[in-house]
DNA sequence: CAGTGGTCTAGACCACTAC
DNA sequence: TAGTGGTCTAGACCACTGT
């Protein structure tokens, strides 16, 4: 494993900013010096000093004025997790700090029927079924179903662990998973449904998606039921102006 | 109205790079030509190449990796009303199809209270608070309540027409929204809450939303629910990659 | 090793905002 | 007019990937 010892200059002059945010007490709204001071302050170049105001501005900590300044747009808290990153149940599960575990899971192989359009197949190819009940430090966190063409997996699919990430599943397969098409619906799930859950009805929000790897390829079909009382989905949603 | 004739360089390369992807019939997955080649063959000097880049790889078009190219992301066209997208009730409802209207509205002024911090104002200052019942072509749409920082407004507060849009309404006392904070729960609610429902309970997504304007003031905060037999949200995820 | 994108500099000029 | 951020260049070196 090789490292960077510094981290580059521009993440430097960024933590440079943020700290000189707080030091000096600066509020939402107010101004932050030019472009010019802040290179001259700094001893680096103004591309350096642009990058890192191009960060903090993407992340939503200050806002550039053509012709007026740069000013402070808010707390420098960054969303974690936005819903518009995509990340695996895996993933998210570790996001809220817990261990994730798997205990439940079906496995069978089923004609793509109705899903066909969506996964880009045929309504007889041959897909692997995969239900699951995720759990974050034994808690009840979503519950998973995901269907799989069986052509993309290059392995015999006898011999899969499901137990894990479906991301690495897909990805030691050759499919980097790369975006997904997510509809979302509230959902309640009782004991029927679901008979892991404790209560005899649950909330959960259903993430219905299709997800693609790198080539523009549907992988993976999937309802992802995630727990209201794990997850909080977070999302900064930005106007279309002019 | 001044005009610049000639759109910025960056942005011309971008739509050069556009048209060579089309008249190579490049698809997703393919590697482009390396900034090297592309800033020789457009004449312009690299960091310009760059900025053009990265304005595609924002948009989900390219995918950049380190030490080995540049690739063609295929992401399938903007979704329409994506939830990553802001748009208001309002708006929303026209988007389904739907004529708006508001069938029921109370109004009253109330102390900031618990949300001063997330609305930048102290806990005793004056918040119009506004309950609404928006609906879609007389079916119910959603349950809104807004609260709104008395000193928003310009005009007295005993004479606004709380009928329409928010957005509307916000803009016309100076402050257009730019964006929000929001976050996702499903809810349950019983006629109870919400006594003009038909069924005993019904399911809603709750956005709990604050609103910014483009200066970054916070101007509103908002629970919406909206109704899951009404509305559908869809998002496009992006993995972070490489 | 060669080739890719990533970082960084110094300097020039343009476009917009305010006074 | 003065001062801001926006665009653009030419050139240098670094870090990562594959052979």
Request: hydrophobic share 40%.
């Amino acid at each position: 494993m090789k490292l960077t010892l510094d981290k580059p200059l521009q993440i430097r002059v960024q933590e440079a900013i943020i700290d000189m945010i707080r030091d000096e007490s600066l509020l939402p709204g107010d101004q932050l010096p030019t472009e010019s001071e802040l290179y001259k302050r700094f001893g680096v170049g103004r591309s350096t000093v642009r990058e890192s105001l191009a960060n903090l501005v993407q992340q939503g900590v200050l806002l550039k004025m053509q012709g007026k300044g740069t000013f402070i747009r808010s707390v420098p808290v960054r969303v974690k997790n936005g819903l518009d990153q995509l990340f695996s149940v895996t993933e998210n599960i570790k996001a809220v700090g817990a261990v994730p575990s798997t205990s439940r899971i079906n496995v069978k192989t089923i004609p793509a029927g109705e899903l066909s359009d969506k996964l880009s197949i045929g309504a007889k190819d041959p897909c692997v079924w995969v239900e699951r009940v995720r759990r974050a430090n034994d808690e009840i966190a979503a519950y998973c179903i995901d269907i799989i063409p069986k052509s993309i997996f290059s392995d015999n699919i006898d011999k899969i662990d499901y137990k894990g990430s479906l991301f690495d599943l897909l990805a030691q397969n050759g499919h980097l998973v790369s975006h997904s098409e997510s509809t979302l619906r509230p959902t309640m799930l009782t004991k029927r449904d679901f008979p892991e859950m404790k209560d005899s009805v649950g909330l959960f929000l259903l993430l219905e998606e299709i997800f693609f790897d790198i080539s523009g390829i549907p992988v993976c079909y999937s309802n992802d039921y995630y727990s209201s009382n794990v997850f909080d989905f977070k999302i900064i949603r930005k106007r279309q102006l002019g």
